[in-house]
């Protein structure tokens, strides 16, 4: 008894927690809003699907009302792949052909009462064509993944790429429920509990308003390199770092760019702000500097300034930060091993 209780509450934590955050991207007013509720609609589907599983182990469900359950994996194929679409590839709206990939839904739910399930052959086969169209959707999604994965932004890329891992590990499990290898029927919507709090670890690690930050910005992640490459060229010949009141509008002017371009390209390629990015260059010069043998006896700040730095402050906490050594530590170790 004890057991079953605890089976009954991993089984019903993950649904619980997969209708909130479906109602919270369903309501949320920010960030690609189609994204959003695309991926809500796929954590619905699934909710269905898995709530049918939840229900059947406990209760006696009319067959009808098992196949509206099992209705919910054809919300999540399309769901899975029009989102890949939107958040790849920059679709702002639905076109009339997409709402087209929800019929079968309608329609197996129109006739729930007539698609047989009480475990015979042909109840096999239409639960079978609805594992099938799901595995259709994972290919599709699969190829979306694949065709941007080298365009779209690595983190789009990475994000899109763990909720494929998630959808295919549930198909996977629920195949094997279908071919009678995995014996544990209820384990799917245990397994689905532990995948939806990790994807909610990760949402909420990586959240979509920072996925999206730039998500209608028209430069691709080949445009982001080249740019890049010229902002490295520019700094290292000119040694623009040096100048302490360099500004993020300065060089986005020196470079035909807006700032919000630059700082695009920097956030996405280098993973840091425009500050950190240009300090890297000037706590390379200060190493530099503080083993110079013209500036053994030079105080801190005087490399501090000569490394482009605009106070003795923001110097020592950008150095520690970057070596985990203070200036005078990484000076004096540098004396010792030298």
């Known amino acids: ?31 690609n809003i189609l994204a959003n509720r695309l991926l809500a609609w796929m954590l619905l589907g699934f909710t269905i699907r898995i709530g049918k599983s939840v229900l059947h182990n406990y209760l006696e469900i009319l067959p009808w009302q098992k196949n509206i359950g099992i209705a919910g994996i054809l919300i999540v194929g399309p769901s899975l792949w029009l989102y890949g679409r939107v958040l790849l590839e920059k679709e702002k709206q639905f076109q009339p052909k997409d709402y087209w990939h929800y019929l079968p839904c309608l329609a197996f739910m129109s006739l729930s009462a007539l698609i047989p399930n009480t475990q015979n052959i042909a109840s096999y086969l239409s639960y079978g064509i609805v594992v099938f169209h799901l595995a259709i959707y994972l290919v599709l999604s699969v190829y979306t993944f694949y065709k941007n994965r080298l365009i779209a932004k690595p983190e789009l890329i990475k994000w899109f790429g763990q909720i494929l891992i998630g959808v295919g590990l549930i198909w996977f499990f629920y195949v094997g429920i279908f071919a009678d290898f995995i014996p544990f029927y209820i ?20 959240h979509i308003f920072a996925l999206e930050k730039y998500a209608r910005s028209s430069m691709d992640q080949s445009q982001s390199r080249v740019i890049l490459q010229q902002l490295k060229r520019l700094l290292e010949e000119e040694k623009l770092y040096l100048e302490s009141h360099l500004s993020l509008q300065a060089m986005a002017q020196r470079l035909a760019l807006s700032p919000r371009q630059l700082s695009q390209v920097i956030n996405e390629q280098e993973k840091k702000n425009f500050s950190e990015f240009v300090n890297h260059y000037r706590i390379e010069k200060a190493k530099e500097l503080l083993v110079h043998p013209d500036y053994v006896k030079e105080k801190i700040a005087t490399i501090a300034y000569d490394s482009g730095f605009g106070n003795v402050t923001s110097f020592n906490i950008a150095f520690k930060a970057a070596t985990n050594l203070t200036p005078s530590q990484y000076k004096n170790l540098s004396k010792t091993t030298s």
Do not use: D, H, N, P
């Open 1 to 31: 008894m004890f057991q079953e209780g605890i089976t009954l509450v991993l089984s019903c934590l993950g649904l619980a927690q997969a209708l909130f955050l479906s109602l919270y991207l369903f309501t949320l007013k920010k960030g």
């Open 187 to 206: 384990g799917g919507a245990i397994f689905y509990s532990f995948l939806i709090y990790a994807f909610s670890f990760l949402f909420l690690k990586r």
